[in-house]
């Protein structure tokens, strides 16, 4: 009898602490653990990025913390692939590395005043959430690690862009108050 479905997926499994830490690129995935968080674990592995961002910074100019943030996306390109393909889901909501590492991009261009990193962290999550477009085409059509982090790409991208636009507006607005 033939076996319906896509061959070589496996169902989907509950990943538990056993399942992240079998294999490097579940780790890499879930973030160490972060992932398996009760609730709202894309907020949790968007946090993340905060202590490694802190310490990129305190260690590297800014060339190298791109470097890295290249480095990490490959890697969790590749973490997010496998972990995908063996819960038989392509972008489980525990693979949390792509939402750490667009919100280190992110913080790399980000002001490091708290208020400007929080609004960063703030409007992040809302396009990682609310996914406008293109976000969504992709996140629906590329089921591959790549697209995993793509989408998230994305979302740090729109957060980078509100962020300027809400600087440029006020700076014209201390500038017009000023004059």
């Known amino acids: 009898m033939a076996e319906t479905g896509a061959p070589n997926v496996r169902p989907e499994v509950r990943p538990d602490a056993r399942f992240v830490y079998a294999h490097p690129a579940h780790c890499i995935a879930f973030a160490g653990g972060i992932g398996l968080a009760p609730f709202a674990p894309g907020t949790f592995g968007t946090l993340l990025a905060f202590p490694l961002f ?28 496998i972990s995908g393909r063996a819960l038989g889901v392509s972008d489980h909501g525990g693979m949390v590395w792509d939402e750490t590492v667009a919100f280190l991009l992110v913080l790399i261009f980000t002001p490091v005043e708290l208020a400007w990193q929080i609004t960063a962290f703030a409007l992040f999550r809302f396009f990682d959430i609310v996914k406008p477009p293109p976000i969504r085409y992709f996140d629906r059509t590329l089921k591959n690690g790549f697209g995993v982090m793509f989408d998230d790409l994305l979302a ?20 017009s108050l000023t004059q």
Do not use: R
């Open 54 to 81: 802190a310490l990129l910074a305190a260690y590297s100019d800014s060339i190298t913390q791109l470097i890295v943030f290249i480095v990490f996306f490959g890697v969790g390109s590749w973490a997010c692939h």
């Open 156 to 175: 740090a991208g729109y957060t980078l862009l509100a962020l300027a636009l809400a600087k440029t507006l006020m700076d014209w607005i201390l500038e």
